[in-house]
């Protein structure tokens, strides 16, 4: 990274919520295609989360996808934080620890030169933070998670919010 910009164009969105859950995922569709500040030429692609074969697939996917086309990536997942504050769960019930998340999160950010923007759509996923190890690679260049037990209404909010304000405000170039 050059200067003291980050460089973002893609979204990668993915959901794993339950069966009976209100998609947010449409919400942040609607934020970012219907944004009258999007540029014409940041993308957005989706994925729906089902086990942990499925979020490898999705994480091995953007990393294949940033080495060919030198995208520079928002990671923005869907999905149930748990209560321990040590993970995450998948619709399947399958439970994903901050270590993993890390893990691919640093190489996704090594990949895009440390441009990596985080957004943890789950319940007490800002405890990610604690999990992180100071000497290691970096996992991501920013994150928004929240540090409470979330309603998606309060997660539109922010989506919304925060998609518009990139569009307005950050450098893309």
Same mark, same amino acid.
């Given at each position: 990274m050059q200067g003291n910009y980050i460089k973002l164009d893609k979204v990668y969105v993915a959901e794993s919520l339950?069966?009976?859950?209100?998609?947010?995922?449409?919400?942040? @569709?609607?934020?970012? #295609?219907?944004?009258?500040? %999007?540029?014409?030429? $940041?993308?957005i692609s989706d994925f729906?989360?089902?086990?942990? %074969?499925? #979020?490898q697939g999705f994480f091995s996917k953007i990393k294949e996808e940033i080495k060919t086309t030198n995208k520079f990536p928002i990671?923005?997942?869907? #999905?149930?934080?748990?209560?321990? *504050?040590?993970?995450?769960? #998948?619709r399947n019930g399958d439970e994903v620890d901050w270590d993993y998340l890390i893990?691919?999160?640093?190489?996704?950010?090594?990949i895009s030169d440390l441009n990596l923007v985080v957004f943890l759509g789950a319940c007490f996923c800002i405890n990610i933070l604690k999990a992180i190890i100071p000497s290691n690679k970096a996992p991501f260049y920013g994150l928004?998670?929240?540090? +409470? *037990?979330v309603r998606y209404?309060?997660?539109?909010?922010? +989506? %919304?919010?925060?998609? *518009?304000?990139? @569009?307005?405000? $950050?450098? @893309?170039?």
């Open positions: 339950f069966e009976g859950d209100y998609n947010t995922t449409s919400d942040i @569709f609607d934020s970012i #295609l219907y944004s009258r500040d %999007k540029p014409n030429w $940041f993308e729906s989360i089902e086990d942990r %074969k499925d #979020l990671v923005h997942l869907e #999905l149930h934080g748990h209560r321990n *504050e040590n993970s995450v769960i #998948l893990q691919q999160f640093e190489d996704i950010n090594y928004l998670a929240p540090n +409470y *037990e209404q309060e997660l539109t909010t922010a +989506y %919304k919010t925060f998609y *518009e304000s990139l @569009f307005h405000w $950050f450098i @893309f170039n």
